[in-house]
Nanobody, 124 residues
């Protein structure tokens, strides 16, 4: 059973940066389709960034240029760096994972099987 535990959230001033980490257990991060999602108050959960099993990233249009998603294979983690944080980035950030399909394809949208509990990012 894959388990995901996020860390790195907290309070940060606008214009600052934050690094979020997702510790993977029960599997190997580099073999999973993975992603970061966020839930902003009053809005639906949205994708922030995703990465496939070939380490190809995909970023949400509204955040592209400010975020970087990457794995640390030695630590078996998925990470997200967010730069130039804005007040509207405040929300709960979730790590998600899924096994790739038989051809290596990753799920569409937010159809991921495994989710962490989330880590709160507050920008003021």
């Amino acid at each position: 059973q894959v388990q995901l535990v996020e860390s790195g959230g907290g309070s940060v001033q606008a214009g600052g940066s934050q690094k979020l980490s997702c510790q993977v257990s029960g599997s190997t991060a580099r073999r999973l389709c993975m992603g970061w999602y966020r839930q902003i108050p009053g809005k639906e959960r949205e994708a922030v960034a995703r990465i496939d099993i070939n380490d190809r990233p995909q970023y949400a249009g509204s955040l592209e240029g400010r975020v970087t998603i990457f794995r640390d294979n030695a630590k078996n983690t998925l990470n997200l760096e967010i730069n130039n944080l804005k007040a509207e980035d405040t929300g709960m950030y979730y790590c998600a994972a899924a096994e790739a399909g038989w051809a290596g394809q990753c799920p569409d949208g937010s159809d991921y099987a495994y989710w962490g509990q989330g880590t709160q990012v507050t920008v003021s």
